[in-house]
């Protein structure tokens, strides 16, 4: 399945979702589909309508549609913040075509941290459908959405949902330095956007240690790239980009084994990128001495009793009526 044109105001790619359950298991669903706005802006009636407008959104989810010929969409994002429409109109919009059953959960792609905010708050106080999901670029290579938006995930119950996990494929081990040839690396290197600049000597070291422990567990190096991602706080599934049937089931196998405490360790160490104004401020150095000293913590470990329901042989079926 190839790349929809970007017909009806909408662009819509064929990308697979990749995951775990909360009982450990692949989490496989029987149907469900996301699609987004795209991020160019329409003409209707000689003015220009972008994407985030109530009837730029609109326009998309009745194209999405009836492109896919379903009835509804189970999560639809904003594909992005365009700095002017307001985000209480983005959010009625929304809410709107759940009630409408157009659409069941809601997500956003490349938004700011306080936007974010702003948003689930406003779904809080008004009774809007809540953000579900942040698509956002994640990868070993790529953690600068950590210090806002794993916290909102944790705040929100909101799930990160990373793009180009692989980094163009820089970390499926299929390119090394001075050879970058072929592959959606090469067609996008030159392209001047900033989310594609990954060939540095940063990232070849990253690289190079994945390459390292990928060869420790006898697994592919993306197997070992998407594993890391997916067991980062606030993900519960990643964005893949397959292209053919061997790399689709090669990505899933990803699933398929635990990453080591001291190998993700060290995919940590060797990924942990500079840590910058305001986000050093929160950091144990500084925290300490607003405390005096004194050791303070959250709730302690086993304050919240984690959930997870599962049957164990035949699922029970009750008379109530004979009760």
């Known amino acids: 399945m190839g790349p929809h044109p970007p017909t009806g105001g909408c662009t819509i790619a064929s990308r697979v979702a990749l995951g775990w359950h909360h009982s450990g298991q692949p989490l496989m669903a029987a149907r469900s589909l996301s699609s987004k706005t795209g991020v160019q802006s329409t003409v209707l009636g000689g003015a220009p309508v972008v994407r985030a407008q109530p009837v730029g959104v609109m326009n998309a989810v009745h194209a999405s549609l009836e492109r896919l010929d379903t009835d509804y969409i189970d999560l639809y994002y904003v594909h992005g ?78 799930s990160i949902v990373p793009w180009s996990p692989l980094a163009s494929g820089l970390l499926s081990g299929k390119y090394q330095p001075g050879k970058i040839s072929g592959g959606r690396l090469e067609a996008v290197i030159d392209a001047g956007h900033p989310a594609f600049q990954h060939v540095t000597e940063r990232n070849w070291s990253i690289v190079s240690e994945l390459e390292e422990i990928a060869t420790e567990l006898g697994r592919s190096m993306s197997q070992v790239a998407l594993n890391w ?17 061997e790399q689709l089931d090669d990505n899933i196998g990803a699933l398929q084994f635990e990453l080591p405490t001291e190998l993700r360790q060290r995919l940590d160490d060797v990924s942990q990128p ?43 079926v009750w008379d109530v009526q004979s009760k």
């Open 81 to 158: 913040w365009d700095r002017i429409t307001p985000v209480d109109e983005v959010m009625r919009t929304l809410d709107d075509l759940v009630r409408a059953g157009k659409i069941r959960h809601v997500g956003f792609s490349n938004i700011p941290g306080w936007y974010a905010g702003c948003a689930q708050t406003l779904a809080q106080w008004r009774g809007f459908e809540p953000v579900c999901a942040l698509q956002m670029q994640y990868s070993l290579v790529e953690r600068s959405i950590e210090p806002e938006y794993t916290d909102f995930a944790a705040s929100f119950g909101a």
């Open 229 to 245: 991602v997916i067991g980062r706080p606030g993900v519960l599934g990643t964005i893949i980009g397959a292209t053919r049937i």
């Open 274 to 316: 500079p840590l910058t104004y305001p986000a050093w401020y929160w950091t144990d150095l500084i925290q300490s001495a607003m405390y005096g000293g004194v050791p303070v913590g959250d709730k302690p470990t086993g304050y919240f009793k984690p959930i997870h329901v599962g049957t164990r042989g035949k699922v029970p």
